[in-house]
């Protein structure tokens, strides 16, 4: 299945092509190579990934990682229809751990914004760095108080699971203070410093490509976790710009310079092999 989207950006005019699965992208003209491309290629190898794989076979782990990445790509889906308003039908998510992973982003969106999603929140944002050709698209960017959001971030004792919601262990002190944030959903055993660096290079691309917008100051890494006491951890990403570009120029040099666009296989919408003639 394909799909193509275009728009004006503050740096340069950008492409998204969807093939099924993968997002490919072409800045005024030129192919621009994906954020999570750069980081599969350049980034750590995370260590927990490191020691899975030393236990398994090569069959075993294809398959595990496969699985992974179709369900993280499936609940991202789910998870960008409801900040969209969109209801969803859980028969559709037969998996408890579906379930879960989308009642506990409810609670965590409802107690992130008490009075409902603020006007001008989005999501599947795209971005731009024109000057290193790369592309991406952020999950979600939006406006909530910082009080809410920095218990998010150490929950524990802050927040109790009262019947379907998320409530305060004690009232908010102070007054509100809006910040805008960007946020990247994950679905992995853990967070890693890969997920930081994309959320912090998210952010500032974000700000280049929206510039007659207000800058988002914040980049967050919301995590679903099973293990964790309210199945959800969130974490702050404060890395400078240069921890990319050194991962950036890893890739390149790996790579013996800047990658050739893929070749883009477009199939038609329908096939027919012969025309089945009537015999009269």
Known sequence: MLSEFTQKLSNCTLTRVDIDLEHHYYGNGEYFVSLTHILDIGA?????????????????SEERLTMTKDRGTKLHHALEMLASGMELYLEDYPTNYEKDA?????????????DGLPKGSRQEVIVADP?????????FVGVADKRRLDILLKPLGRLKLEGDNFELV????????????????????????????????????YNQSYA??????????????????????????????????????TTLDYLGGFPTPPVLT????????????NES
């Open 44 to 60: 750590p190898f995370p260590e927990g990934l490191r020691q899975y794989l030393r236990v398994t076979d090569a069959a075993e």
């Open 102 to 114: 989308i009642v506990t982003f409810i609670r965590t969106m409802r107690f992130l914004f008490s």
């Open 131 to 139: 000057t290193r050709k790369v592309g991406g698209t952020l999950d």
């Open 170 to 205: 004690k009232p908010l002190i102070g007054k509100t203070t809006p910040v805008k944030f960007i946020k990247d959903y994950k679905f992995t055993g853990r967070s890693s410093y890969n997920h930081m660096v994309q959320a912090s290079k998210y952010r500032d691309m």
């Open 212 to 249: 007659t917008e207000k800058k988002a100051s914040r980049a967050y890494i919301w995590r679903y976790s099973p293990k964790h006491k309210l199945h959800f951890d969130m974490k702050e990403a404060v890395l400078r710009p240069s921890s990319f570009n050194r991962i950036y120029d």
């Open 266 to 277: 477009i199939y038609p919408e329908s096939v027919r092999l012969w025309e089945v003639k």
